[in-house]
Every structure is written in structure tokens, then in C-alpha cells.
């Protein structure tokens, strides 16, 4: 006998077949389940795998599972097994364990009844040792849908969420917001595991429980406030998709509790450039006009300079970085996080990121687009050097095209529009009907956005009337429509040219646009428009309604202007639109005939027939179909949708006054002086510790929660013998003695720096009185990262301004770069091009870098003229191979150099620049910027200023002029008792004065 080999299959059963012959021979193969069911009838589905669930063999168990699994993620029905797997979940296999809880968790909700009678198992699951099984017993349990295991699911929850596994606290976050939609009433309870769990520093569990937060709790914003700069500092360390929540979360907090950071880009942009505005009036000024701008410049005076809140820079800090990530909905979060809350002039970072998603999927792009169409609305510079990256490419799917036509559109001004035309006149010649109409669309925008192409758009648009495809004329005709209302008297030819296509053009949009307009200028025409209205009576009855209602229209019109022609047409007009099957035709005909032809019964209104009539429209306005989408948080289905979807949250205003920043403080527990046995122990280990050079720098700082007394301890290391007694005798007195060293140490310090200040002034006062003599500038130079080297394939520009006079340009700003090359390629040819600048700034490149080895770094000098504005500077930086963006904005303290004054030539400036000139703000001084020389250290780091000496012990003063125009700046920092002080700036150019204010408050209160 022989047998062949049997094949093992999931579906497949073992079936005999036998041949008589002269021998006899058995083939036992595996016959399908349904092969089998059409020969022998139906068997016992799944039969074999419940045969193997109740083995005693955990091999067998495993196999069964493994298959069950694979069916349910091969979406096949697997409940039918549901009471032979749950008889497993008290397997001690770990492996059998696992997956059957994986079982359970997908078919709990729809076996309550069986799942129930197993809730004991699943909560001896919960004590389990392995934390895998803890949290699937969790999971499960939070599964079953029944009310009546409410309370047995809080106190689960409630046991995991104090487990030591960050895995199961997890899952206890999870299970949190399927527990609150079983029973709401629970909330108060869950809102407190939610607390424990915020506290929680795990970046495993953090994405979890702020999720559910978002779910339970959202408005319990005061839960967030001790947790704030936790979150923001684990954020880059969170999974991808709980950086997306907490990101979305972050925004909400961020628009509550910190200011807009653009609340005075308005006023500061009307002084910006306006030294005339403010202090010259031409002779023939109206004097209303003139108070008007004295209010708005006063008002601008009183405002109080913003200044950003530490909390608020940490969180656009700790989010930048997650611009790179992998995830576009990370990137896309970030994306809208930087342009809700972010200063105008940071925004753009976002730009880059964004548009390296449009090489994603279709899916991505398409979200990614509909927000960069608003964003281009608000902040179209944002992405105009990435204009190319919006062309469209002939694989990508129409809606993808039909946005991207929406960001070229917003994009397009006088500069670029050239290009941008000459891609549309591309686009016409596509296949894709629907994408030729947006693009018909698009152009009819850009012409009337911008004046200086309407006259090219407009021909173009003629031309296409031409084109044999009638959509496109059709679409051409509805544009053009539009902007013939805003010029008509200068285009009768077109008006002209239009009413011959009415023979020829079927699409009743098109044909309904023709007559409209030849209706609405028929003065202009006034031979042709007879005979349009004569041609279409003859095809009254056939025309669609919306031709119908303009038929009537023209007619009317015709009639009042030129009755003799067209009297007897309007009748016969009229009276075939009287029997007309449309109601609205009907009712439009019988308000016409009583208006326009004058009975008996007419009222008074058919005198002011022709106002009605022939009253000048408005043109109408093309706008975006995305200029109200703003109003919805970017990122969102709402925003997507542009509809409110259900579970959306608005987005709140910005508070008119900071709310308390303390609320984020974290208390620190003090530190608590250890016995004596404990410091004996530890002595080996804390005496490179407590060194002497550490021990004068005083404590450290926390990052989150201020600083700790300087009183803390030092601990004696000499080597002790005797009784515990004595030890702590003699532990005491050296600890008394080390405390006197330290602060005879102190008092000789303070000592040193008031002679050298004193030794500085005499020296100061012993000169000649040289009136604005310009002096070297002291203090350290902070550098900024021009180009990062992944950016820059391993090329990395960092650059600082050097304080240092430029010696080709004296009114130019110095800026040093340093140049390194990561790569093991060399660099050649460094070199700057494509410079754009705002109007009167300059900029003196650098020579050209011929060769930057692998490994290798140089620096060169180039020199910018600001023009006194923090206006930034973009060029291309490029090499022999490739070229980057990039663009250098400086801060308003290196736009200034250092001058020399005597303290009564500073006093005599001072009084000429009172009023509008002078700025003054109060303050409390760091606890670490208390004394005179931290105050100077400070202010000459924030400005490029120099001391100017003083006979006050409590007053700092300080001087410089602006490198383009020689403005003087004065700023002085008067002290007073308990850290508070004031800050006074005079300077004529009263934008500067107000910017150089903001970043000394900045500088001093951090």
C-alpha cells in the first residue's frame, strides 16, 4: 500500500480515494473544506481548533492560537471559538496567555455574557508577575461593556495606575477614557487618576494620559500647570503619536495662559519707517491728521513692550526639533503649534518642513496643502522661495493639482507673477477638464489681485475662446465676465467678440454669462445686443432655466433703452416665459411685465424701473475659498472639512493679560542635613565634591523650580577618631569655621571689583573730553547657526557679529561666519548669490572661499547694512555643487556700537530725548543679577553698549549710536530696594528704543 505524503492546511481535511485494480492503492491527500462539503456535507466549523484548545498539550494550544489570531487579522469571524479560548486564559503558558488575551480583547464587547463569567480570572490577571499579562487582564477587562463591572474596573484602574511597570500605567491611561464613556458619572474619580498619572516623568505614559485628558477633562487646564515644563522637555522623547496629542493639547494651554507674541507688530510697523510720519509734517498736513498720528505715536510709547514668557519659549524651543521628524503628523502639529503661537518672524522655520512632505504620499500631500493655502493667505513670504515646489507634475491626482493652483495663486504678486502665468499658460494644455477650469479660475484671480496683468490676463482669456474644447471656452467666458465689470468701457471689442459665441457655446453657465454681460453694457453695444435677443427668443423654449432667467433679463434692459427695436421681442418674450414649466420663470416674467411696461395698475415702482435695472453692480471679489478657514485650528477635520466636526475644540483667544506664570513653579523639597554616622560614611565620596573651586560658585540651579538657598552646608572631611560626640562637636566647628572663610572670601571679592570700577572711572574721568568717541566693545559674543550640517550635507555656518568695525564700510554691521566641513568630501567654491533685501539695505559679501578640505574649518567677514531694522538678511549660500537658503536676522542690541561719554555729556543728551523718545519700564532684577557688575555683564551682552561712569552706586548707565544713521541710545538701570528697578531707554528712532527695551527686560529678569 502506498500513501501519499499529507499536506497540512488550516482548511483542508484528509480524504481517501481508492483504485481497484489488479493492486490496490491508497492516495490519502488533503481534500478543501468546501470540496468536502459539496461530496459529504457540511462539518462542525472550526472543530479541529477547539479539539486542540482543550488538549492538555500547550504546543497544541499554541498552534490553535497562532491560527485564530491569524484568522482575526485576515478579518475573518472567529466568536463561534470565543467559549473554547476564554476556558485558557488560566493557561500557565505565558505564550497561550498572551494571545488568548489578545483573543479577548476583540470579542469581549460582543461575548459579554461569557466574558462575565471569566471577570474573576481576568482579575487574578491583574496581580500577575509578568507586567505583559497585567496589562492585557486590563485591556480585556476595560473591554467588556457592561455597566454592572463599573466599579471593579475603577479600582483596576486605579491599581495600575500605581503599578511600577510604565507599561501598565499605560494601559490603566487607555482604559481611562472607555471607563468615563461606560459611565460619565465617574469623572471626579478619574480626573484624580489622571492627575497621578500627569505627574508621572515616563515618557512611555505621558502621550497616554494626556490623552486622556483631552478626552475626560480638557477644560481642567489648572491639572496642566504644574506639569507644563515636564511635558515640554520629555516631548522629544514621547512616541510619535503622543508628541501629536500633547503638541495639539500644548496649543490650547499655550493661547490661555501666555500673550501674543505679535501684539504690537502692528504699531511697531507704522513707526517701523516712519521717521517723517512721526516728527515732520508737510506744509499743507491737515492739522486733524496730525494730532492723529501725534495720538498713535503716543499711544505706541505707552504701550508696554512685549516680552516673551520663559514657558512660551520653551515650548517653541522643544518643538522646533520635532520638525524633522519622520511622522508628517508630528511635523504637521508643530507646523500649527509655530503658526498660532509663534512670533511672526519665526514662523517660517515651518515653511522648509512642510514642503518635504509634499514628497509623501497623495494622502499626506493633500492634507499638508489644504494648510499651507491658509497659511499663504496670512503669510504669503513664508513660502515664496519654495515657489518651484508647488509646480504641478502631470502624475500628481486632481485634487492635488487644484490645491496646489490654490497656493500658486496666493503666492503670486508683482515679482513672480511672470512665472507663474507662464505655468498656467502649461496647465490650459492638460487633459484633465476639471484641473483647465481651476486653472481658468486661477488666472482670472491673479488678475484681479494684481492690476498690472489684468490687460495680459484678459487677452490670454480671448485667446482661449478660441480653443476647440467648449469647457474651456465655457469657464474662459465666466472669468472673463468678472473682469470685464471692472473695466467694461475699455473692452466693447470683447463684449463684441463674446456675443458671436452665443451660436456656438451649449454650456449654460457660459452662454448665461454672455448675455449677462451684453445685457449690463448693452450701451456699448448697442447695434449687436437687438439681434442676440432676437436669436435667443427664436430658442426660448429649448434653453435651460438659468439662459431662460438672462433671456428675460436682456429683454428688460434692451426695452428700456431701446424700446423701439426691441419692444415687441420683450413681448414675445414674455409671454412664451408666462406658460414656462418653472415656477420661478413664470414669477420672474409677471414681476417684469408689471415693472417695465406701464398700466393703469402700476405702482409707483416702474418709474425707478431703470435704477433697478440698469444700477451699477459692484465688481465682484475673487477670493480663496480657504480666506475663512482660519478661524478653525490648522490640522484639524474641522480645518479639513471646513465644517465643525464633532469633538472639536476651539481654539481660545489670547488673554489680554498674562495670567499668574508662578501657577508653573514646581516646589523643591529642601535639602535636610544628614546625621553624623550618615556623613561619615559618604565622606570619601563628597570630597571632590565639595571642592573649594565649587564651593565659591555657590548652588546649582533647577531647571524647573528656581534656585535653593545659599545657606547649604558644607561637610567636613578631615579624618575623625573618638566618640560619635566629639565627631559631631568637631563637625560642627569646622563647619562654623569653612562658613567664616567663605564669607571673608566674599567681602575680599566685592572689595576687588568696587577698586577696580573706581580705578576705571578715574581713568575714564582723567581723559580728554572726546564727545562720541567710539570705544572697542568687552563683552562675550554669543553665536547662531546659519546653516546646520545635516542641511548642509555635512557643510555647517555658524556666525556671530563681531562688535568690530567694518573697515571696507563704516555703516555696515560685521558679521563673522565660521565655516567647518563634516563631510569627507572637500567644499568648494563658497560663494554668496541671489541677495534679497529689504529696500536700502546692503550687503559686502565675503571673498570667495576657493577650497574648505574634509575635516577642515575657516572663517571669513562679510559686512550687511541694516539700515537700523531687524529687517533679515536672505541670500543663497552656495558651493561648487549645491546652494542653500538661508538668512541672517540680527537682534536689535548689534545694531548699535559702543560710544564714549562723560556723565555730563550724558545727562545733557538725556534731557534733549525726553518725552517720545524716552521709554521706561520697571522690574524686578533676577535674584542673580543683584549687583552692579551682573547688571553691566548683562546689558553689554543684550546691547552693543559701553559703560558710561556714574557717581550713584545705584544707577547703571550706558551708551552706543546705531551703525547706519549715528542715532544715540542712552539706557540706564536704576536700582532700588528688594531686586526691583527701572529701566530707562532715550533714543530718537522710538522702534528701537522700544526693541532695545524688550530684550534688556529679557536679559535682566531671567
Known amino acids: 500500500m502506498l500513501k501519499g505524503r499529507v499536506l497540512e492546511q488550516s482548511n483542508a481535511l484528509p480524504f481517501t480515494f481508492t483504485f481497484l485494480s489488479e493492486t490496490s492503492v491508497h492516495f490519502r491527500v488533503m481534500v478543501d473544506t468546501d470540496v468536502h462539503a459539496c461530496l459529504c456535507g457540511p462539518l462542525p466549523l472550526h472543530d479541529d481548533l477547539k479539539e486542540m484548545l482543550d488538549s492538555n498539550k500547550d504546543a497544541l ?79 480585556v477587562l476595560s473591554s467588556i461593556r457592561v455597566t454592572i463591572i463599573v466599579p471593579i474596573m475603577m479600582l483596576a484602574i486605579k491599581e495600575a495606575a500605581s503599578d511600577m511597570s510604565p507599561y501598565v500605567r499605560k494601559t490603566a491611561a487607555h482604559a481611562i477614557p472607555k471607563l468615563y464613556s461606560l459611565d460619565p458619572e465617574q469623572k471626579d474619580q478619574l480626573i484624580e487618576v489622571i492627575e497621578k498619572l500627569l505627574a508621572d516623568k515616563t515618557t512611555l505614559v505621558a502621550g497616554s494620559v494626556v490623552m486622556a485628558f483631552e478626552e475626560v477633562c480638557p477644560e481642567r487646564i489648572d491639572l496642566i500647570h504644574k506639569n507644563y515644563r515636564k511635558l515640554c522637555n520629555l516631548l522629544i522623547d514621547v512616541e510619535e ?17 501666555f500673550l501674543n507674541p505679535n501684539i504690537n507688530e502692528s504699531l511697531l510697523e507704522e513707526g517701523g519707517g516712519g521717521d517723517k510720519t512721526f516728527y515732520c509734517s508737510d506744509e499743507d498736513e491737515d492739522e486733524d491728521e496730525e494730532k492723529e498720528k501725534q495720538a498713535e505715536v503716543s499711544a505706541l510709547a505707552k504701550r508696554k513692550p512685549y516680552v516673551m514668557d520663559p514657558d512660551h519659549r520653551l515650548l517653541l524651543r522643544n518643538t522646533k526639533p520635532l520638525l524633522q521628524s519622520r511622522n508628517a503628523a508630528v511635523v504637521m502639529a508643530v507646523a500649527q503649534l509655530y503658526f498660532h503661537l509663534a512670533p511672526k518672524a519665526e514662523v517660517g522655520v515651518i515653511a522648509k518642513a512642510l514642503v518635504r512632505l509634499l514628497r509623501s504620499h497623495s494622502e499626506v500631500q493633500f492634507v499638508v496643502l489644504q494648510n499651507v493655502a491658509t497659511m499663504t493667505i496670512k503669510r504669503r513670504g513664508m513660502f515664496e522661495p519654495y515657489l518651484k515646489s508647488f509646480y504641478i507634475r502631470s502624475t500628481d491626482p486632481t485634487q492635488i493639482k487644484i490645491l496646489k493652483l490654490e497656493v500658486l495663486t496666493n503666492l503670486a504678486n508683482e515679482t513672480n507673477i511672470s512665472t507663474i502665468l507662464r505655468e498656467f499658460q502649461t496647465y490650459i494644455k492638460s487633459m484633465d477638464k476639471d484641473f483647465v477650469a481651476a486653472t481658468i479660475q486661477a488666472i482670472g484671480r491673479c488678475a484681479t489681485n494684481i492690476g498690472e496683468v489684468r490687460d495680459t490676463c484678459l487677452n490670454g482669456l480671448v485667446q482661449l475662446l478660441s480653443n476647440r474644447d467648449e469647457l474651456v471656452v ?9 473682469l470685464l465689470q471692472m473695466q467694461p468701457e475699455k473692452h466693447s471689442d470683447i463684449i463684441k467678440h463674446m456675443a458671436k459665441l452665443t451660436d456656438n457655446i451649449q454650456v449654460p453657465m457660459a452662454r448665461a454669462s454672455i448675455l449677462w454681460l451684453i445685457g449690463e453694457y448693452c450701451e456699448h453695444v448697442p447695434k449687436i445686443a437687438p439681434d442676440v435677443l432676437r436669436k435667443m427668443a427664436k430658442s426660448f423654449t429649448n434653453e435651460e432655466d438659468i439662459v431662460k432667467l438672462q433671456i428675460i433679463n436682456l429683454a428688460a434692459k434692451l426695452y428700456l433703452t431701446n424700446s423701439k427695436q426691441t419692444k415687441l421681442l420683450t413681448q414675445y418674450v414674455l409671454n412664451l416665459a408666462k406658460y414656462d414649466q418653472n415656477y420661478d420663470i413664470r414669477d420672474r416674467a409677471r414681476f417684469i411685465r408689471q415693472l417695465i411696461v406701464p398700466t393703469e395698475k402700476s405702482g409707483a415702482l416702474s418709474k425707478y424701473a431703470k435704477k433697478l435695472f440698469l444700477a451699477l453692480k459692484p465688481a465682484p471679489v475673487l477670493e480663496s475659498p480657504f480666506k475663512d478657514r482660519d478661524h478653525f485650528q490648522l490640522g484639524s477635520l474641522s480645518h479639513l472639512l471646513n465644517a465643525k466636526a464633532g469633538g472639536y475644540q476651539e481654539l481660545p483667544d489670547w488673554p489680554e493679560s498674562a495670567p499668574d506664570p508662578s501657577v508653573r513653579n514646581v516646589e523643591v523639597p529642601e535639602w535636610t542635613k544628614c546625621s553624623s554616622r550618615e556623613k561619615r560614611k559618604e565622606k570619601k565620596v563628597e570630597k571632590p565634591f565639595y571642592s573649594d573651586s565649587e564651593g565659591e560658585s555657590g548652588p546649582t540651579e533647577s531647571a524647573d523650580s528656581g534656585e535653593f538657598d545659599d545657606g547649604s552646608e558644607s561637610v567636613s572631611v578631615s579624618v575623625e577618631s573618638g566618640s560619635p560626640s566629639d565627631s559631631e562637636e568637631s563637625e560642627e566647628s569646622s563647619e562654623s569655621d569653612e562658613d567664616e572663610e567663605e564669607e571673608e572670601k566674599e567681602k575680599k571679592k566685592k572689595k576687588k571689583e568696587i577698586k577696580q570700577m573706581q580705578a576705571s572711572e578715574s581713568r575714564a574721568r582723567s581723559k580728554p573730553d572726546v564727545s562720541f568717541q567710539t570705544i572697542a566693545p568687552s563683552s562675550a559674543l554669543k553665536n547662531y547657526e546659519l546653516l546646520h550640517r545635516i542641511t548642509g550635507e555635512g557643510l555647517s555656518v555658524e556666525y556671530c557679529f563681531s562688535r568690530q568695525a567694518f573697515s571696507p564700510d563704516a555703516n555696515m554691521v560685521a558679521v563673522q561666519m565660521h565655516f567647518t566641513n563634516n563631510a569627507t568630501s572637500d567644499t568648494k567654491n563658497l560663494h554668496i548669490e541671489d541677495v534679497k533685501l529689504q529696500s536700502g539695505m546692503r550687503v559686502k559679501e565675503f571673498a570667495e572661499i576657493e577650497l574648505l578640505p574634509a575635516g577642515e574649518a575657516t572663517t571669513a567677514v562679510m559686512g550687511v547694512d541694516f539700515c ?52 521706561s519700564e520697571n522690574l524686578t532684577l533676577d535674584a542673580k543679577c543683584r549687583n552692579e557688575h551682573a547688571i553691566v555683564q548683562r546689558v553689554t551682552t543684550a546691547a552693543n553698549l559701553s559703560r558710561v561712569p556714574c557717581g550713584s552706586d545705584k544707577e547703571c548707565r550706558f551708551a552706543g549710536k546705531t551703525v547706519t544713521s549715528g542715532s544715540l541710545v542712552l539706557a540706564t538701570v536704576a536700582t532700588k530696594d528688594e531686586g526691583a528697578a527701572q529701566l530707562t531707554v532715550n533714543c530718537e528712532k522710538m522702534v528701537i528704543g522700544t526693541m532695545l527695551v524688550k530684550d534688556l527686560l529679557l536679559a535682566l529678569t531671567q
Open 61 to 139: 494550544k499554541l498552534e490553535a492560537m497562532k491560527r485564530i489570531v491569524a484568522m482575526i487579522a485576515r478579518g475573518k469571524n472567529a466568536s463561534d471559538l470565543f467559549p473554547a479560548v476564554v476556558k485558557n486564559v488560566a493557561c500557565k503558558n505565558i505564550e497561550v496567555k498572551k494571545l488568548v488575551y489578545v483573543y479577548l480583547v476583540r470579542y469581549a464587547e460582543e461575548q459579554q455574557d461569557l466574558a462575565l463569567l471569566s471577570i474573576s480570572t481576568f482579575q487574578r490577571g491583574l496581580k500577575d508577575p509578568n507586567q505583559l499579562i497585567r496589562a492585557s487582564a486590563l485591556r
Open 868 to 919: 537700523d531694522s531687524t529687517q533679515a538678511a536672505n541670500f543663497q549660500l552656495c558651493t561648487h555643487t549645491r546652494k542653500f537658503f538661508v538668512s541672517i536676522q540680527p537682534p536689535v542690541g548689534e545694531l548699535m556700537r559702543p560710544v564714549f561719554l562723560t556723565e555730563n555729556e550724558f545727562k545733557k543728551e538725556q534731557s534733549q530725548l525726553m518725552g517720545m523718545n524716552e521709554i
Open 241 to 257: 503619536w503622543g508628541q501629536v496629542v500633547i503638541i495639539n493639547m500644548l496649543t490650547r494651554y499655550a493661547r490661555t495662559q
Open 474 to 482: 465655457a469657464e474662459s467666458v465666466v472669468v472673463i465676465k468678472k
